[in-house]
């Protein structure tokens, strides 16, 4: 984005649940990782390795292992429709990696999420309130569901200008081109 200054972006954070499954109090790490890559977690180490590389490139520091639950996302997912009621989504949704990715910390813990959502900008006792009702949880599950639906199978998915779409992680200069590709269709 900051390559393309003299265009104007509108960004939009939609809901995507890895893994719809996960309970609300999210299940432990270890156990999680087990299931997926089995009793061999090499596979595991190699792609923690890469995202930690990639990552310090830009100057985000992963710290995979800090974390002991794999929470469920759907209150985080719901925080940031909340955000975007305030023009606050991005700030969340950075805060919330952070937390996560860096910090190790329970995403799926409702006071967590909740001084997360602070730490950003969010009422922290409005956020307690709308996650104890909540609120617009079935919505984010709608949204999740209906991107399943669509084809979508993983994150992140980016959609430009409402045409071209690209998915996963992808250098900078791929996500440039199709900046510059969603531009000249418009």
Same mark, same amino acid.
């Given at each position: 984005?900051?390559?393309?200054?003299?265009?104007?972006?509108?960004?939009?954070?939609?809901?995507?649940?890895l893994n719809?499954?996960?309970p609300?109090?999210?299940?432990p790490?270890?156990?999680?990782?087990k299931? !997926?890559?089995?009793?061999?977690?090499? =596979?595991? &180490? #190699?792609?923690?390795? /890469?995202?930690?590389? +990639?990552?310090?490139?830009?100057?985000?520091?992963?710290?995979?292992?800090?974390a002991?639950?794999?929470?469920?996302?759907?209150?985080a997912?719901?925080?940031?429709?909340?955000?975007?009621e305030?023009?606050?989504?991005?700030?969340?949704?950075?805060?919330?990696?952070?937390?996560?990715?860096?910090?190790?910390?329970?995403?799926?813990? !409702?006071?967590?999420?909740a001084?997360? =959502?602070? &730490? #950003?900008?969010?009422? /922290?006792?409005?956020? +307690?309130?709308?996650?104890?009702?909540?609120?617009?949880?079935?919505?984010?599950?709608?949204?999740?569901?209906?991107?399943?639906?669509?084809g979508?199978?993983?994150?992140?998915?980016?959609?430009?200008?409402?045409?071209?779409?690209?998915?996963?992680?992808?250098?900078?200069?791929?996500?440039?081109?199709?900046?510059v590709r969603?531009r000249?269709?418009?």
């Amino acid at each position: 984005m900051a390559e393309h200054r003299d265009t104007s972006f509108d960004v939009h954070f939609r809901p995507y649940l890895l893994n719809p499954d996960t309970p609300p109090e999210g299940v432990p790490r270890a156990e999680y990782f087990k299931t !997926r890559f089995g009793s061999n977690p090499s =596979a595991l &180490d #190699a792609a923690h390795a /890469r995202l930690g590389d +990639l990552g310090a490139k830009v100057g985000i520091h992963f710290a995979f292992d800090r974390a002991e639950r794999i929470p469920s996302t759907i209150a985080a997912h719901a925080v940031i429709r909340w955000a975007a009621e305030r023009n606050l989504a991005a700030a969340v949704v950075e805060r919330l990696f952070s937390a996560y990715f860096s910090e190790g910390r329970d995403l799926g813990d !409702r006071a967590t999420l909740a001084e997360v =959502a602070a &730490d #950003a900008g969010l009422d /922290r006792d409005d956020v +307690l309130e709308r996650l104890a009702r909540e609120a617009d949880f079935d919505a984010v599950r709608e949204e999740a569901d209906a991107a399943r639906i669509e084809g979508i199978t993983g994150v992140p998915f980016y959609v430009f200008g409402e045409r071209l779409a690209v998915s996963g992680a992808q250098p900078p200069e791929v996500l440039s081109k199709v900046i510059v590709r969603a531009r000249q269709a418009s």
